[in-house]
């Protein structure tokens, strides 16, 4: 189910990239479900076509979502491989914390400063 917050300050593409991204990597959205098409998600969720067209446009940026012409959009087994080198970079950063002996609460203090950084435009 997607929620969005018209009061957030974040805004709907995002929210709605987000959530979506979110289901495909915990495989909620499972790899080959056809998306709903944008007008359709648009009017379910009260946003304009373009919202939800930046949104799929965003999702097929990072690979979890293809786009088959007139057939629609759907889940990408790209979100696997996403998800896979995720863990492999974790893994590498585990093993560059151990080497230089910082601990664990500091590495992911580190790991989120990051995040946010990411996050900022």
Known sequence: ???IDAAA???PYEQL???????????????GTRLPTIRRL????????????RAYRELE???????HGRAGSFVSAGGE?????????ARDYAAV????????????????A????ASTP
């Open 97 to 112: 914390i151990a080497r230089v002996g910082i601990d664990a609460t500091e590495a992911i203090r580190i790991v989120k």
């Open 17 to 31: 990239r987000a959530q979506l991204a979110r289901q495909i990597q915990d495989r909620t959205l499972a790899v």
């Open 1 to 3: 189910m997607i929620v």
């Open 114 to 117: 990051a995040l946010g950084q």
């Open 9 to 11: 300050p974040t805004p």
């Open 81 to 89: 491989h996403s998800l896979e080198q995720a863990r492999r970079a």
């Open 61 to 67: 940026e990072a690979g979890l979502v293809e786009t």
């Open 42 to 53: 648009a009017a379910d969720l009260g946003l304009a076509v373009n919202t939800v067209g």
